[in-house]
C-alpha cells in the first residue's frame, strides 16, 4: 500500500505561480513513475505530467513551457512547479505512482487561477 498526500494548491491571479508537493509513504516509489493530473469541475480527469524513475518527464502540450515536475528519490517526493498559470487550470490536481498491479492516488489539492 502507498499513501499520496499533496500540499501547496491555493488561489492564485492569472500569470502566478505556485508550487504543489506530493509526499509518498508506506513504501518506496523510487523505481516507479510517478505523475500529475487535474480535473475541473464538470470534465474528466486529465493527464499533466509525469516522470520516469530516472527523472525523464513528459507533459501534456497544454501545460508545456510553464509547468516543470521534478522528484526527489531520497525523499519519496514529486513536485509540480507552476508558472504563468491561466484560468483555464484551475482543477484539482491529483498526484499519482504506478506500480506493477496498481496505481495510488493522492486526495487533491485545489488550484484555483482568478482572472
Known amino acids: 500500500q502507498v499513501q499520496l498526500v499533496e500540499s501547496g494548491g491555493g488561489l492564485v491571479q492569472a500569470g502566478g505561480s505556485l508550487r504543489l508537493s506530493c509526499a509518498a509513504s508506506?513504501?518506496?516509489?523510487?523505481?516507479?513513475?510517478m505523475g500529475w493530473f487535474r480535473q475541473a469541475p464538470g470534465k474528466e480527469r486529465e493527464f499533466v505530467a509525469t516522470i520516469s524513475w530516472n527523472h525523464r518527464p513528459d507533459y501534456a502540450d497544454s501545460v508545456k513551457g510553464r509547468f516543470t515536475i521534478s522528484r526527489d528519490n531520497a525523499k519519496n517526493t514529486v513536485s509540480l512547479q507552476m508558472n504563468s498559470l491561466l484560468p483555464e487550470d484551475t482543477a484539482v490536481y491529483y498526484c499519482?505512482?504506478?506500480?506493477?498491479?496498481?496505481?495510488?492516488w493522492g486526495q487533491g489539492t485545489q488550484v484555483t487561477v482568478s482572472a
Open positions: 508506506g513504501r518506496t516509489v523510487s523505481f516507479y513513475a
Open positions: 499519482n505512482v504506478v506500480l506493477p498491479g496498481a496505481t495510488y
